[in-house]
């Protein structure tokens, strides 16, 4: 019952560091996701991928990239962290490549820039 | 104006009691809509689509009003189990994508 797997669930890193973060899920899901939320605002969607091999950029992609590994496996990467980016990061994925409104979330990474 | 708006709440309620709370949209073409529930520190889980004839399921109910471009959700003899933060979505007619809202939070209380 895997679902949706996600790590690390916690990081801090200082100003510049780099980082990514892995989700993994075991559905055999067409489409991947990343989304950060922040407190008093809506999950804002970072970078999908609508099926292996591609990858879109989302509302908010400025300071991230991620990478489709296979059909599996979405990792985020933050090249130069900053203090903005601090933040709740989920992963999720669909059935469905567009127009779904049914995801499923990983249990989210808890990252802190200072 | 945001996109998808809500009471952010919290509304603190008796257990047994009856609840409803609204999202509105902005975006008169939207064409789907869902609540999701998350549970503190959690990750959201869907709860329900939203359909023009309005859905229920169990103790909850959904609604749609097209014309004040609202939706709603009903929460019928509250359990202290439903205590989370409900988040509405839509989806966008644009690029496909779901747009959140940054949801409503609900404390029912013994």
């Known amino acids: 019952n895997a679902g949706v797997t996600q790590t690390p669930k916690f990081q801090v890193l200082k100003t510049g560091q780099s980082m990514t973060l892995q989700c993994a899920q075991d559905?055999?899901?067409?489409?991947m996701y990343w989304y950060r939320q922040d407190p008093g605002m809506g999950l804002r969607l970072i970078y999908y991928s609508a099926s292996e091999g591609t990858t879109d950029k989302g509302e908010v992609p400025n300071g991230y990239n991620v990478s489709r590994l296979n059909k599996r496996e979405f990792s985020l990467r933050l090249e130069s962290a900053a203090p903005s980016q601090t933040s709740v990061y989920f992963c999720?994925?669909?059935?469905?490549?567009?127009?779904?409104?049914?995801?499923?979330f990983g249990e989210g990474s808890r990252l802190t820039v200072l | 104006r945001k996109e998808v708006e809500q009471d952010p709440g919290p509304f603190n309620v008796p257990e047994g009691a009856t609840v409803a709370f609204n999202c509105t949209y902005s975006?008169?073409?939207?064409?789907?809509f869902f609540w999701y529930r998350q549970d503190c520190r959690k990750e959201p889980k869907l709860l329900m689509s939203v359909y023009s004839s309005g859905n229920e399921d169990g103790r909850f109910t959904a609604q749609l009003n097209r014309a004040s471009q609202y939706i709603s959700l009903l929460i019928r003899d509250s359990k202290l189990s439903d205590s989370a933060t409900y988040l509405c979505?839509?989806?966008?007619?644009?690029?496909?994508?779901?747009?959140w809202g940054a949801g409503t939070k609900l404390i029912i209380k013994p």
């Open positions: 979505v839509v989806l966008s007619n644009s690029n496909y994508q779901l747009i």
């Open positions: 975006n008169s073409a939207s064409q789907s």
């Open positions: 999720a994925s669909s059935e469905r490549s567009v127009g779904t409104g049914e995801l499923f």
């Open positions: 559905m055999n899901h067409n489409s």
